[in-house]
């Protein structure tokens, strides 16, 4: 209805590939409406096949986030399956190497890697590091490498969970070692997704913060987190039958510029633009700086490492 020149499309869940119906028609009646679009989808990769792969690439699907978890029985450990018949490690093997063999030249691919403490000891980090490179093509440059602490996200999560609470940092500085360890490890040998965003323009500002994105929920609340769902500041606005959109009082609390006279100075302000994390600013009323700021020097070798390579 704001008749966008474009539209950016993210499919997540859950595992938004179980509906994969849905992302069929959906992007048919986008290309009958002559709405010119783009679309990515973060997945756990278990249902990628050849045939899913040319479903989404041809519903314009051509940006994934993939998650590993690990070498494969840690991977394994932290998903397994609900009857333990799925080797989830497998399939997202699978996945990988089905993007890699296929002739989708302009699919971008980001290996999210969940990482912990437990992850850096030696025994450990060996083993990731030889399953990166049994599964990451060399010179494929559709696939982009991003490591994330595993953390609390979303306390409900973890309700009565204690073993969940066992796998992620609890402080900030072993947090930063996990990271300063395997940011190392990427922006030697792959394509380092940390890097593509630290250069690029607001590569570090969370999207909640766009005026222009909406996260839409099945029961069509619109939200701006895809994380603190729960929240009710993030409760922006929900659609009517005839898609119009009503806001609520939380609306442009989420729009609003929470940068300061110290942002303009500051080396990570043409990537954070003092938007990294919206929900943080809201609360605490005041620009909320991104943690990996403190991280000046591994920073600057990610920097100097991706401009070395040939992009």
């Given at each position: 209805k704001q008749n966008p020149q474009s539209v950016s499309i993210e499919y997540f869940g859950g595992e938004p590939m179980l509906n994969m119906?849905?992302?069929?028609?959906?992007?048919?009646?986008?290309?009958?409406?002559?709405?010119?679009?783009?679309?990515?989808?973060?997945?756990?990769?278990?249902?990628?096949?050849?045939?899913?792969?040319?479903?989404?690439?041809?519903?314009?699907?051509?940006?994934?986030?993939?998650?590993?978890?690990?070498?494969?029985?840690?991977?394994?450990?932290?998903?397994?399956?609900?009857?333990?018949?799925?080797?989830?490690?497998?399939?997202?093997?699978?996945?990988?190497?089905?993007?890699?063999?296929?002739?989708?030249?302009?699919?971008?691919?980001?290996?999210?890697?969940?990482?912990?403490?437990e992850a850096i000891s030696d025994e450990h980090f060996s083993k990731f590091s030889q399953t990166l490179a049994s599964l990451i093509p060399p010179n494929d440059k559709r696939f982009f490498i991003l490591p994330k602490i595993i953390s609390d996200y979303s306390s409900s999560n973890l309700i009565n969970n204690e073993q969940a609470k066992d796998f992620y940092c609890k402080t900030k500085e072993s947090a930063n070692s996990v990271m300063e360890k395997f940011e190392r490890l990427i922006s030697e040998k792959y394509q380092s997704s940390s890097a593509l965003l630290l250069t690029s323009e607001g590569g570090f500002a969370c999207y909640a913060g766009n005026p222009y994105s909406y996260t839409?929920?099945?029961?069509?609340?619109?939200?701006?987190?895809?994380?603190?769902?729960?929240?009710?500041?993030?409760?922006?606005?929900?659609?009517?039958?005839?898609?119009?959109?009503?806001?609520?009082?939380?609306?442009?609390?989420?729009?609003?510029d929470y940068s300061d006279q110290y942002c303009t100075h500051c080396f990570l302000?043409?990537?954070?633009?003092?938007?990294?994390?919206?929900?943080?600013?809201?609360?605490?009323?005041?620009?909320?700086?991104?943690?990996?700021?403190?991280?000046?020097?591994?920073?600057?070798?990610?920097?100097?490492?991706?401009?070395?390579?040939?992009y």
């Amino acid at each position: 209805k704001q008749n966008p020149q474009s539209v950016s499309i993210e499919y997540f869940g859950g595992e938004p590939m179980l509906n994969m119906p849905f992302i069929i028609q959906f992007g048919k009646l986008l290309k009958k409406n002559d709405i010119v679009f783009s679309a990515s989808i973060a997945t756990n990769a278990t249902l990628i096949t050849e045939k899913t792969l040319a479903q989404s690439y041809a519903a314009n699907v051509k940006t994934f986030q993939i998650t590993l978890d690990g070498y494969k029985e840690l991977h394994n450990k932290l998903r397994p399956s609900k009857n333990g018949s799925i080797d989830s490690f497998d399939n997202v093997s699978c996945a990988i190497k089905t993007i890699a063999n296929s002739s989708y030249e302009d699919i971008i691919v980001t290996i999210r890697l969940n990482v912990n403490n437990e992850a850096i000891s030696d025994e450990h980090f060996s083993k990731f590091s030889q399953t990166l490179a049994s599964l990451i093509p060399p010179n494929d440059k559709r696939f982009f490498i991003l490591p994330k602490i595993i953390s609390d996200y979303s306390s409900s999560n973890l309700i009565n969970n204690e073993q969940a609470k066992d796998f992620y940092c609890k402080t900030k500085e072993s947090a930063n070692s996990v990271m300063e360890k395997f940011e190392r490890l990427i922006s030697e040998k792959y394509q380092s997704s940390s890097a593509l965003l630290l250069t690029s323009e607001g590569g570090f500002a969370c999207y909640a913060g766009n005026p222009y994105s909406y996260t839409i929920t099945p029961d069509f609340k619109i939200r701006k987190c895809t994380v603190a769902l729960n929240d009710p500041i993030n409760t922006v606005g929900y659609l009517e039958n005839d898609g119009e959109l009503k806001r609520t009082i939380y609306f442009d609390l989420w729009n609003k510029d929470y940068s300061d006279q110290y942002c303009t100075h500051c080396f990570l302000n043409k990537s954070c633009q003092g938007n990294s994390c919206p929900l943080a600013n809201i609360k605490n009323d005041r620009k909320i700086c991104p943690p990996i700021k403190q991280q000046t020097e591994l920073l600057t070798l990610n920097a100097v490492n991706f401009y070395k390579k040939d992009y």
